[in-house]
């Protein structure tokens, strides 16, 4: 019995002077979101349709396109999901992604004035991005120009 005593009390004390494994606590923001459920080679058939058409106000077809034009008719034709032709209605429709969690298919926002949002693209890889500039049509640009970098506003996900 005193042997069951003494090895009893040499676990409790040995067990309680063993380390702890150290937990931390992750919030929201440190987990990544799902990634897009897109089918990128279907989209990219879309966006490659469009790359090179002039920029047109207001204007969504083939002769011509704005930005947020050129979002709805990529996902019009993509899956048929309609989008309202508003750079502010998309940014305020669709689920919040941070920017290290962006992925192919997410609407990416830019404030031209940095005032209010403005212009819109559809984020693809390492950076780039398909938009409608004024200057040059429907084009792939890059996040890393310091251009759109600074007037970058936020994520969206239309596609979860």
Same mark, same amino acid.
Do not use: W
């Given at each position: 019995?005193? /042997? ?5 009390i ?5 067990l309680g002077?063993? %380390? ?8 929201e ?14 989209m ?8 090179g058409v002039?920029?047109k ?5 083939h002769l ?9 008719e ?13 750079t502010?209605?998309?940014f305020?429709? %669709?689920?919040?992604?941070? /920017?290290p969690? #962006? ?7 830019f404030? #031209?004035?940095f005032?209010? #949002?403005s ?11 398909v ?8 084009v ?15 994520? /969206? /996900?239309?596609i979860p």
């Amino acid at each position: 019995m005193k /042997r069951i005593i003494c090895v009893f009390i040499f676990l409790t004390i040995f067990l309680g002077c063993a %380390a702890h494994p150290r937990y931390t606590i992750k919030t929201e923001s440190d987990y990544p979101t799902n990634p897009s459920k897109i089918d990128r080679d279907k989209m990219g058939r879309v966006i490659k349709s469009y790359l090179g058409v002039p920029y047109k106000p207001n204007g969504m077809s083939h002769l011509g396109v704005d930005c947020s034009g050129l979002v709805v008719e990529i996902y019009r034709r993509y899956n048929g999901t309609k989008l309202p032709h508003d750079t502010e209605k998309l940014f305020k429709l %669709a689920k919040k992604i941070k /920017r290290p969690h #962006i992925a192919y298919g997410d609407l990416i926002f830019f404030t #031209i004035d940095f005032k209010k #949002i403005s212009h819109v693209g559809i984020y693809l890889d390492n950076g780039d991005f398909v938009h409608s500039s004024e200057s040059q049509g429907v084009v792939i640009s890059s996040l890393k120009e310091p251009y759109y970098n600074r007037r970058y506003m936020g994520g /969206r /996900r239309v596609i979860p």
